[in-house]
């Protein structure tokens, strides 16, 4: 496994080892000894598996409470994944950083507690699917808008993109709650 840090050092991209042969692969996606070796030592309470189609955008979403942290990974298809740092006392606050993840290169992205997270579908379908560290709570669930321009977010779009009306309806991150 290798981990590299992003521009914003707290959110990491894994390669996984991955072992090939003609009969398919095999790669670890989770190992807790390995993970605390690399700063990722939490514990994971909830697995998510969504399907979206191309041109949607899910996001940017967080909890005010029960922050999650994220370890997500695409295992059909491809997405711009992104993590935005809304941790009011962080020199990366309002930065934000974006990676492609696909079935293909088989990366993953751990996205800290305090950070906002979306992405967007770049393939025809995409199945993406991520560890939290803590559990939904929809009470606490906060919206930052995927299109503030204050965030500047260079996604990959060649349309308006699909998305939910919960999302059209985030705060742009001058107006929203953030950790301190």
Not at 31 to 50: C, L, M, P, T, W
Not at 65 to 77: A, D, E, F, I, N
Not at 89 to 104: K, N
Request: proline share 7%.
């Amino acid at each position: 496994m290798h981990v590299t840090p992003t521009a914003i050092p707290e959110v990491l991209l894994i390669e996984p080892a991955v072992f090939g042969d003609e009969r398919g692969f095999f790669m670890e996606t989770w190992q807790r000894r390995k993970f605390a070796e690399a700063g990722i030592d939490y514990d994971f309470v909830q697995d998510n598996h969504s399907r979206s189609v191309q041109g949607t955008l899910r996001g940017l979403h967080y909890q005010i409470r029960q922050p999650q942290g994220k370890l997500v990974r695409v295992t059909h298809g491809a997405v711009f994944d992104v993590a935005v740092d809304i941790r009011k006392s962080s020199p990366t606050f309002g930065r934000w950083v974006g990676e492609y993840l696909t079935a293909e290169n088989k990366r993953m992205l751990w996205v800290p507690p305090g950070f906002a997270h979306g992405f967007c579908v770049t393939s025809d379908t995409a199945e993406f699917q991520y560890k939290c560290t803590d559990y939904y709570a929809p009470e606490h669930e906060r919206s930052i808008r995927w299109d503030d321009p204050d965030l500047g977010i260079a996604w990959p779009l060649e349309h308006e993109p699909l998305v939910f009306a919960k999302d059209q309806q985030g705060r742009p991150l001058a107006q929203a709650e953030c950790f301190a």
